[in-house]
């Protein structure tokens, strides 16, 4: 195996208009191939986060972005697209260090950001700041203006990605935003963050338009719960989303949550088994089964449940499991240890509750957080209610289509669905009838399934959902100023 010696990007805080050196102490990071420690963990104190929340309130009630117009946010975020272009690989190296991602995989998520940004720039224009009603002769202006300081809390799944996504959104609505990554999962972002500083010091903006503190869930927790945050934009797993809605419901900030979801998979009747293993298993491992769109429970007929399980154990065997940086691995590591024994745990868990646990394919000679893809069966659906968060599946035998639908529409699902099945119409109507904000049909990829997508967490999978609602809108809010009329009728 080849020795990897990855570049450590240093944890730096940016608050009010300077760089600073993270004091709190939180740990050591490990590289989740090896086992090895890598960094040490540092995060925020109280007076940091502090100081960020006084410099984001003190911005927006100056009202100077306000005065900054849509078009001049938008220059911003097309400088930042064509860094991180330039960046790209830097950005890829750091996520797949992280949180274990095959290089293959962050260099195609980190390849994606400078469009995302121009994505983001481009609904900022279109929203605009605002427009004149018709009003019989009187003045009459509707203002898009931002709501006040929205946090962004980021994921380790996906770190860069969605920390980008976010931030270019929140920088197109014209507030100021304070940008929280991961603990397990800084060093992506770290790029990313400095590479919009410096956009925007290019562009004359407020030193405070954004901010970056580095913490655990105590920082989160303190930023969430203060009142002068306004919107709160958070990916991740359903207890800390719910403790996001409890500090929001104290200081009503709106809130855009994507949580954690047991996907459903309906296999139909006349679907083409191997097809279905194949699909299945590349959507359970992507992102190494840390995704949360993945497949997570499959609805299956009788008569093809132990085909399709031998052939999901076959096609899940034939993966090349090893080293994130090693080339053709096709599964790494899981990203922290104390993750990988959690999804052990839950396995064992099913297994003295009666379920066959089959575990395929093999790991590498490292210590790292490996784990081997599972297949859990002799369970029913409503005993395997919990997303996995890993490259495991539970299999259930269905006698018919109303069955499946039910099963797939228990509580824990809602983000997304599959079903396979070789009439399409047929399979597009099932999906029709499944409680989620994405159906695929005949597949488990990442991309939007067409422009102009939209999707609604549903459940206890989120609040809010992917469209444009909640990307450049989700931090603004509508005013209305106007002449007003005698001759209005009340």
Request: with cysteine; proline share 6%.
């Amino acid at each position: 195996m080849v020795m990897h010696t990855i570049p450590v990007v240093a944890s730096r805080l940016f608050v009010d208009g300077a760089w600073r050196t993270p004091a709190e102490r939180l740990g050591v990071l490990h590289d989740p191939n090896t086992g090895l420690e890598r960094v040490e963990q540092l995060g925020a104190t109280p007076h940091d986060v502090e100081d960020a929340l006084r410099a984001a309130d003190r911005l927006h009630a100056s009202q100077t972005l306000d005065r900054m117009p849509a078009a001049s946010r938008a220059a911003v975020l097309e400088s930042w697209a064509d860094a991180l272009d330039l960046r790209a690989e830097d950005i890829a190296v750091q996520d797949a260090i992280s949180n274990g991602n095959p290089i293959t995989t962050t260099r195609v998520l980190a390849s994606f950001l400078g469009d995302r940004v121009r994505s983001a720039a481009r609904q900022a224009t279109q929203i605009g700041d605002g427009l004149v009603l018709p009003a019989d002769g009187r003045t009459v202006r509707l203002l898009n203006r931002a709501l006040g300081p929205t946090l962004v809390l980021a994921p380790w799944n996906a770190p860069t990605f969605v920390a980008v996504s976010k931030l270019s959104t929140t920088i197109g609505s014209g507030s100021p935003v304070i940008l929280k990554p991961s603990e397990w999962t800084p060093g992506g972002a770290q790029i990313a963050f400095e590479l919009l500083q410096a956009a925007l010091d290019q562009h004359g903006f407020p030193a405070a338009t954004a901010q970056l503190v580095h913490g655990a869930a105590a920082v989160g927790s303190a930023l969430a719960g203060d009142a002068r945050v306004r919107a709160i934009s958070f990916t991740g797993g359903l207890a800390a989303g719910r403790a996001v809605a409890r500090a929001a419901a104290e200081t009503l900030a709106v809130v855009q949550l994507e949580l954690g979801s047991n996907n459903p998979a309906i296999v139909l009747a006349d679907a083409d088994v191997e097809r279905t293993a194949e699909m299945l298993v590349a959507g359970v491992t992507r992102l190494n089964g840390q995704w949360c769109e993945a497949p997570g429970k499959v609805l299956v007929p009788p008569a093809l449940h132990d085909p399709l399980v031998d052939a999901l154990s076959a096609r899940a065997g034939e993966l090349q499991i090893d080293h994130s940086f090693e080339a053709g691995t096709q599964l790494g590591p899981l990203a922290y240890r104390a993750h990988r024994d959690r999804l052990e745990a839950q396995l064992a868990a099913y297994a003295e509750a009666g379920a066959t646990v089959r575990r395929v394919g093999m790991a590498p000679d490292l210590d790292g957080w490996f784990f081997r893809p599972a297949l859990v069966t002799g369970l029913g659906a409503a005993d395997a209610p919990d997303e996995l968060f890993g490259p495991a599946l539970t299999i259930h035998a269905v006698e018919s289509v109303d069955e499946a639908v039910q099963a797939a529409n228990l509580p824990g699902g809602g983000l997304d669905g599959f079903v396979f099945g070789e009439d399409e119409e047929a399979a597009l109507e099932v999906g029709a009838r499944i409680r989620a904000g994405e159906v695929r049909v005949n597949g488990t990829y990442m991309a939007d399934l067409a422009d102009g997508s939209e999707q609604t967490f549903w459940g206890t999978a989120g609040v809010g959902g992917h469209d444009p609602a909640h990307g450049v809108a989700f931090s603004q809010g509508r005013r209305v100023v106007g002449v007003d009329a005698a001759n209005l009728p009340i």
